[in-house]
């Protein structure tokens, strides 16, 4: 019985090292952090304009719907992906 491992046995050994560093508040300065309502408000605006955009498009020009679906789903994840990235 001894020469078996158990597997329900964690080593918390370096835990308080880990923990430690969630204790410094310098880590993430608030001030220039932009809160997470402005983020979701800008987000929505631009994935808004976008597909705005695409849609606009659609009905001036005479595009194909697998070309202007493709076009508008793409445009949204660009719009979400910049905006995701700009703020992070």
């Given at each position: ?47 808004g304009?976008?597909?705005?955009t ?32 700009h703020?992070?």
């Amino acid at each position: 019985m001894n020469d078996e491992k158990n597997i329900d046995k964690v080593n918390y050994y370096y835990m308080p090292r880990v923990l430690f560093l969630f204790l410094r508040f310098d880590m993430v300065v608030s001030s220039i952090m932009l809160s997470a309502g402005k983020k979701i408000i800008s987000l929505i605006f631009w994935m808004g304009l976008a597909a705005g955009t695409v849609i606009i498009l659609d009905s001036i020009f005479t595009i194909p719907d697998e070309i202007s679906g493709i076009l508008y789903f793409l445009s949204i994840g660009i719009a979400a992906s910049s905006v995701l990235n700009h703020y992070r």
